[in-house]
């Protein structure tokens, strides 16, 4: 059974927003605008968005969207509410009704105050990537959903951007030119001295290929060909070819191997997934295509995927994976898609 303060229900499954927080968050919200919250509710919430500044973030990109989609999140919000009870009754969280029971508009308004004034939202990231961050807005090179550009830095360095990549040319260390990966994906052809940064850490290549990735809690950098060194605080590790690293605020995970032709895919224009969870598929599809692709079904989730998607036909790719795993498909404005 899980308790309350961790996740109101734990029946909805959702690839949008950044994870299983965002879920999480878009349960809350549907526990408070049924009319039926309680003051109990109101003290698990608070706990639950004291637990970090990612739950606050959560809560506050899920508010913020839900009144983004306004009418067109009417078939969203209903889905939800059903889960939302019959997970309740499932996992024995729902809070007695002796409770003093808390206006919906009070309540959403009241939280909404404290996750804005918690996160400091104006300068975070926007929720679901409806627009770019202030830090996108500004950086040297940009690219949209689903666009990639390439810029060659002189003959000996070229960078490849993938969808949703923002990008700050700068000098490394002793003058070697460089780049910050503010977010997205990028893959580095160096045929000399070249340093890539990212939350905190460096990599340094003097004639590699390798690919960076940067989300909102991690970095990964994929040895394509030759060598390249990771340096973050006082730790530094060396990544041959066919191996991959991944850092975040805990440190370096363990050095693995990865198939070169699943990580490059991307810039031959296709996605590759071999033994992916249908969730992971989802969460890589919203990244190339506009609007949000909404995964409803739990077990669905967890079906094994394996297929490659042309990324010039992005689209065929949802409706092929409803058909292979007979979900029902449902389409709404502005490009959102249910899966159920």
């Known amino acids: 059974m899980r308790d309350a303060t961790s996740n109101p229900s734990g029946d909805i499954s959702a690839t949008s927003g950044d994870g299983p927080l965002a879920v999480e968050a878009t349960v809350w919200l549907v526990r408070l605008a049924s009319g039926e919250a309680t003051s109990e509710d109101a003290a698990a919430l608070q706990r639950w968005r004291s637990q970090s500044s990612a739950h606050r973030q959560a809560f506050a990109e899920a508010k913020l969207l839900w009144e983004v989609l306004g009418p067109a999140g009417d078939m969203v919000r209903e889905r939800a509410k ?50 770019p961050s202030p830090g996108e807005l500004t950086a040297d090179y ?25 990008i700050d040319i700068r000098s490394g260390a002793a003058g070697t030119r460089a780049f910050e990966l503010i977010d997205g994906e990028a893959a580095v052809t160096a045929k000399a001295s070249f340093e890539v940064f990212a939350a905190n850490g460096r990599v340094t290549a003097s004639s590699a290929r390798f690919n960076m990735r940067r989300d909102q809690t991690s970095v990964c950098v994929t040895c394509l060909e030759g060598a390249v060194r990771v340096n973050r605080h006082d730790q530094l590790v060396e990544v041959l070819t066919g191996q991959q690293v991944v850092y975040d605020d805990n440190g370096f995970r363990p050095v693995a191997p990865i198939d070169v ?17 249908f969730a992971r598929v989802v969460q890589e599809l919203n990244r190339y295509r506009p609007g949000k692709i909404v995964l409803l079904n739990d077990r669905l989730g967890e079906r094994d995927v394996v297929a490659t998607f042309q990324l010039s036909r992005i689209d065929e790719a949802v409706v092929n994976l409803a058909q292979t795993f007979s979900a029902r498909l449902r389409r709404l404005p502005g490009g959102m898609v249910l899966l159920s």
């Open 82 to 131: 059903i889960s939302a009870v019959q997970a309740q009754v499932a996992t024995s969280v729902i809070v007695s009704r002796r409770n003093v029971k808390l206006g919906r508009r009070a309540f959403l308004g009241g939280a909404l105050a404290a996750s804005v004034a918690a996160v400091g939202y104006v300068g975070s990231r926007p929720p679901f990537r409806l627009w």
């Open 142 to 166: 940009r690219t949209g959903t689903g666009e990639r550009q390439t810029i060659a830095l002189a003959d000996d360095v070229s960078i490849v951007m993938n969808t949703q990549t923002s």
């Open 261 to 277: 032709a699943v990580a490059s895919a991307w810039e031959r224009g296709q996605l590759i997934f071999r033994h992916e969870p």
